[in-house]
């Protein structure tokens, strides 16, 4: 691969960094293709997290949290956090500090209500709504709490 003449990997890595966290991954899928060769590439991503400016725990927390004001429940966002290279501690760990702050029934409740008017009349209306709810990535009992509950006074 050829090596950009323009800027090193580390200056495109901070380039990057500098907008939003990024997983390991995916700076390593960037900065390739920028065509920086793997191995300046692996050798820059080692430094930077050894300086702490990329680390896959932060990122993981920060998508979290995004995703979750976005109303995606847990099983959409753990294939998520894997598509983008980050391993199975990590994401228990996210999960894990997100658990306090994010009750997923009443999650996936205020994302049905807001979709929405009410919970339907015919199967048909009742089908789509648990579809939305499993696009989301909600599990079965959040979608069946959500349906019993989503549109409750509070």
């Known amino acids: 691969m050829r090596e950009t003449a323009e800027s090193t990997p580390r200056e495109d890595a901070i380039r990057l960094l500098a907008r939003r966290e990024y997983a390991r991954r995916e700076l390593r899928e960037r900065l390739t293709a920028k065509g920086h060769a793997g191995e300046d590439v692996d050798a820059c991503l080692l430094e ?14 920060s ?10 429940g847990p099983i959409k966002l753990r294939a998520e956090l894997e598509r983008r290279g980050i391993d199975d501690d990590t994401a228990r760990q996210a999960f894990a500090e997100l658990a306090s702050e994010v009750d997923w029934f009443q999650l996936a409740g205020d994302v049905l209500s807001r979709r929405f008017p009410g919970p339907g009349e015919t199967p048909r209306e009742r089908a789509r709504r648990e579809r939305f709810l499993a696009g989301r990535g909600f599990d079965f009992e959040q979608l069946r709490h959500a349906l019993a509950h989503a549109w409750d006074e509070n």
């Open 48 to 61: 930077l997290e050894e300086q702490g400016l990329q680390s896959d725990a932060r990122f993981a927390e």
């Open 63 to 72: 998508f979290l949290r995004a995703r979750v004001a976005r109303g995606q």
